[in-house]
T-cell receptor, first 111, second 113 residues
Framework: QKEVEQNSGPLSVPEGAIASLNCTYS??????FFWYRQYSGKSPELIMF????GDKEDGRFTAQLNKASQYVSLLIRDSQPSDSATYLC???????????FGTGTRLQVFP | GAVVSQHPSWVICKSGTSVKIECRSL??????MFWYRQFPKQSLMLMAT?????????EQGVEKDKFLINHASLTLSTLTVTSAHPEDSSFYIC?????????FGPGTRLTVL
């Protein structure tokens, strides 16, 4: 079992719809959770992070964390073609600086 | 805030030569920086953790004598690929950590002929 698992996709959604990206992790000691977006040929850019159970909203993005289920998700409202990218889930285990990355989910938003 | 730069953005070199890549945190100090490598259509692979003023910690399978890391100041870490070979051609990305979050540089695309 991989430490951080994501569906590779592609996830295809129409413009204006909600895109839901999911991520599960295996280490219950994980403390911090991050979502990065990576366009083809570019480096990852931080979208948002979440530490506590529940929802965290930032503009069109909402991160959801459920530590009991070891599950973190990212919702993108009013999806735009410019949101088409690979979304990387990353987890920071307790007492370590390292991030453990999932393999990413490719999102395609079509007009 | 939290801007990380890398130089060069791309480099082409001959097999057997060495290449140095710089990673700078522009608006914050970073005691810890990270070096990743990414092959086409694959995920990020952590190569090493760079700590200011001390030796880097390498991931399993990464040759420390081939990938030399120096973190001489709180804003600069360098990765030197020594005796580069075509199989070292990849996208090298650094990140710097502040307030518990990693911010990535734009990456360096290395092509070894």
């Amino acid at each position: 079992q991989k430490e951080v698992e994501q569906n590779s996709g592609p996830l295809s959604v129409p413009e204006g719809a909600i895109a839901s990206l999911n991520c599960t992790y295996s280490d219950r000691g994980s403390q911090s959770f991050f979502w990065y977006r990576q366009y083809s040929g570019k480096s990852p850019e931080l979208i948002m992070f979440i530490y506590s159970n529940g929802d965290k909203e930032d503009g069109r993005f909402t991160a959801q964390l459920n530590k009991a289920s070891q599950y973190v998700s990212l919702l993108i409202r009013d999806s735009q073609p410019s949101d088409s990218a690979t979304y990387l889930c990353a987890v920071n285990r307790y007492n370590t600086d390292k991030l453990i990355f999932g393999t990413g989910t490719r999102l395609q938003v079509f007009p | 805030g939290a801007v990380v730069s890398q130089h060069p953005s791309w480099v082409i070199c001959k097999s057997g030569t060495s290449v140095k890549i710089e990673c700078r945190s522009l608006d914050f100090q970073a005691t810890t920086m990270f070096w990743y490598r990414q092959f086409p259509k694959q995920s990020l692979m952590l190569m090493a953790t760079s700590n200011e003023g001390s030796k880097a910690t390498y991931e399993q399978g990464v040759e420390k004598d081939k990938f030399l890391i120096n973190h001489a100041s709180l804003t600069l870490s360098t990765l030197t690929v020594t005796s580069a070979h075509p199989e070292d051609s990849s996208f090298y990305i650094c990140s710097a950590r502040t307030s518990g979050t990693q911010y990535f540089g734009p990456g360096t695309r290395l092509t070894v002929l």
